[in-house]
């Protein structure tokens, strides 16, 4: 063989060799630096925060490992408090495109030994997921037309309730959407009119010692310093119903992510 085409082939055998090289370095290169950075929360709060909880919905049925369908047990569960005219049902949470769906029906189910005239959702992170202060942030779209149907929510709430405190970040009341915190003293907050159905909405809370801000769509609307508690919370999310002219049914939640952030 001619010692010229030996030496091409050891040259085409190098060449190979040090692209494959190169190739696998900038592979373990994008494995470890590569692909989307984690989320961030929407809006004012300013970082550095660590994702802590993220819950996104994309498959088909609920993660059990962060969520449960009852509250305060499992199958069929009566609702928080007596204003509320739903039971708390598993058949009415789903998964289904890229979102949690609670839906509220007309349905007579017996709960806590009361017979209620609704069937609903609930889902919570109770004995799963829980944090003391942090950025909680979710992406709901809500029922109605206009004006909120029902009483849909998203929140966190301690285990000795008020003393340990609650985070409403968001709650439909009386068709407009409002955000509260309760501790022993009472409740503080305000409800925002306008039209926050028909369309994606983003609502926060950041929870930090002495203050909790709460923000919508990105937007600060209001800042609360007097009473905050200290005592790790859970999340939860529902549709409630409390027999007001705003009830609807049937009526869909959806629930893009659910997401926690601390410093």
């Known amino acids: 063989m001619p010692k010229s085409s030996s030496r091409n082939r050891r040259r085409a055998l190098v060449g190979a060799i040090a692209l494959a090289a190169m190739l696998g370095a900038l592979a373990g290169l994008l494995a470890t630096v590569g692909g989307p950075p984690p989320p961030r929360p929407v809006g004012g709060a300013a970082g550095p925060w660590n994702l802590v909880f993220d819950s996104e919905f994309n498959g088909s049925s609920l993660d059990t490992s962060q969520w449960s369908t009852g509250f305060f047990g499992s199958g069929i569960t009566q609702p928080d408090n007596s204003f509320e005219q739903e039971c708390y049902d598993p058949a009415q949470v789903s998964v289904a495109n890229g979102a949690l769906e609670l839906t509220a029906i007309a349905k007579a189910e017996n709960c806590g030994g009361v017979t209620r005239p609704y069937a609903s959702g609930i889902v919570t992170t109770y004995g799963k997921f829980s944090f003391t202060y942090g950025y909680l942030e979710a992406r709901i779209f809500l029922p109605g037309s206009t004006d909120i149907a029902d009483w849909p929510a998203f929140w966190a709430v301690g285990q000795n309730w008020p003393t340990d405190g609650e985070i409403d970040v968001l709650e439909g009341l009386g068709g407009q959407a409002c955000a509260h915190f309760h501790n022993s003293a009472g409740q503080r907050g305000l409800c925002l009119g306008g039209s926050f159905t028909g369309a994606w909405h983003i609502?926060?809370?950041?929870?930090?010692?002495?203050?909790?801000?709460?923000?919508?769509?990105g937007t600060k609307i209001w800042h609360d310093t007097s009473g905050i508690t200290s005592s790790p919370m859970y999340l939860l999310v529902d549709l409630a119903l409390d027999g007001s002219p705003s009830n609807t049914v049937p009526a869909r939640m959806k629930v893009a992510y659910v997401r926690v952030w601390q410093h």
């Open 203 to 217: 609502f926060a809370a950041n929870w930090q010692p002495g203050s909790i801000t709460y923000y919508y769509d």
